[in-house]
């Protein structure tokens, strides 16, 4: 990979690190980009929101399912797993397995439930 594209995989890394950070000022002090190694440790692009594992793509056409691929395979068993895919010059967009889908989508109504309640 040439210096350009690692360098535009670094913006895109801070730019949705940024964008966590707004959509979740509680967790902003901890959400940083992950520091990725020359040893091959697996660090999410992306870190510091409890229980997800955070990829980060950008470029001419990314593969979406091939982005999916490596973070399945990078993140814990016990981790949500979303994929942000921003085409250049697009608006980004997520991926992520159907059952990770569904345990939030779970959670989020379950969450409403509890505000009503009171």
């Given amino acids: 990979m040439g210096k350009m ?46 229980g997800f594992w955070f990829e980060n793509k ?14 399945q395979a990078a993140a814990k068993a016990d981790q949500i797993v979303a994929v942000r895919i921003r085409d250049d010059r697009q608006d980004p967009f997520f991926v992520l397995p159907a059952e990770d889908f569904y345990t939030m989508l779970e959670a989020w109504f379950d969450l409403q439930e509890w505000v009503r309640r009171g």
């Fill in 5 to 50: 594209q690692r360098e535009k995989g670094k913006r895109g890394e801070r730019e949705f690190a940024d964008e966590l950070k707004a959509a979740l000022p509680q967790f902003a002090d901890k959400i940083k980009r992950g520091l990725q190694s020359r040893d091959f440790a697996k660090v999410a692009d992306v870190e510091g929101v409890p």
């Fill in 58 to 71: 950008c470029g001419a056409k990314p593969n979406p399912r091939a982005a999916l691929k490596q973070a």
